[in-house]
């Protein structure tokens, strides 16, 4: 069966902030042709920076759901099954510093669903065919955002404990834990996930073979 001919299989990946969703991601899209694979991320569909609520200290909640246009990436979603291509802008995390790239979705056989909120959202998650959950234990999950959020993105360290204490944490527990035990495969990623990654692939291999 061709990639053209063939249905997508599609798979939502969701975890904590800094579990090592991206580190799986990137596997992933390394192992397969570009024809086989897609991402598309719920980074991408973060609402502008001016129509982002604030807390009561002026910082933006970005792990809320509502700072995200969940309501376009069911859409593009929606558009992807029924075999049609999609375009948007990246998100650059409001870095000026980075020029936005246009990302062009196309279906393919396999069709990577990632982000916190895929899950929660239920005409998300309907949508999706096999559903993984990368954990990590807090304490590892801090020090991987500092590194990313601070060292990499530029942010303020303070501005990055701030945010996880009062974000991060709470919004993971009340929107992103409580689907973990609906999902098909959960991966432990404290130190390494080479052996779950390998059983992924020998899943995704066969689908797509069958």
Not at 28 to 44: M, R
Not at 55 to 83: Q, S, T, Y
Not at 106 to 112: A, D, M
């Given at each position: 069966?061709?990639?053209?001919?063939?249905?997508?299989?599609?798979?939502?990946?969701?975890?904590?902030?800094?579990?090592?969703?991206?580190?799986?991601?990137?596997?992933?899209?390394?192992?397969?042709?570009?024809?086989?694979?897609?991402?598309?991320?719920?980074?991408?569909?973060?609402?502008?920076?001016?129509?982002?609520?604030?807390?009561?200290?002026?910082?933006?909640?970005?792990?809320?759901?509502?700072?995200?246009?969940?309501?376009?990436?069911?859409?593009?979603?929606?558009?992807?099954?029924?075999?049609?291509?999609?375009?948007?802008?990246?998100?650059?995390?409001?870095?000026?510093?980075?020029?936005?790239?246009?990302?062009?979705?196309?279906?393919?056989?396999?069709?990577?669903?990632?982000?916190?909120?895929?899950?929660?959202?239920?005409?998300?998650?309907?949508?999706?065919?096999?559903?993984?959950f990368v954990d990590?234990?807090e304490h590892i999950?801090?020090?991987?955002?500092?590194?990313?959020?601070?060292?990499?993105?530029?942010?303020?360290?303070?501005?990055?404990?701030?945010?996880?204490?009062?974000?991060?944490?709470?919004?993971?527990?009340?929107?992103?834990?409580?689907?973990?035990?609906?999902?098909?495969?959960?991966?432990?990623?404290?130190?390494?996930?080479?052996?779950?990654?390998?059983?992924?692939?020998?899943?995704?291999?066969?689908?797509?073979?069958?």
């Open positions: 069966m061709t990639p053209q001919a063939q249905k997508s299989y599609f798979v939502g990946i969701s975890g904590g902030s800094a579990s090592g969703k991206t580190f799986l991601l990137n596997k992933l899209l390394e192992h397969f042709p570009s024809e086989i694979i897609t991402l598309i991320s719920q980074d991408n569909y973060y609402k502008n920076l001016n129509e982002q609520k604030k807390d009561a200290e002026g910082h933006v909640n970005f792990d809320h759901p509502e700072a995200v246009n969940l309501h376009l990436l069911e859409r593009d979603i929606a558009l992807l099954k029924a075999g049609e291509t999609v375009s948007m802008m990246e998100y650059t995390f409001n870095n000026p510093n980075i020029i936005p790239k246009k990302l062009v979705f196309r279906p393919s056989p396999i069709i990577l669903v990632e982000g916190l909120f895929v899950f929660y959202e239920p005409k998300i998650s309907s949508q999706l065919d096999l559903k993984i990590a234990d999950k801090l020090s991987r955002r500092i590194k990313r959020d601070y060292e990499e993105r530029g942010y303020d360290l303070e501005e990055v404990l701030y945010r996880y204490e009062h974000h991060v944490i709470p919004m993971y527990k009340k929107y992103v834990a409580p689907f973990k035990e609906e999902c098909d495969l959960i991966i432990p990623n404290n130190f390494h996930m080479e052996k779950a990654l390998q059983v992924l692939l020998d899943h995704l291999h066969a689908r797509i073979s069958g």
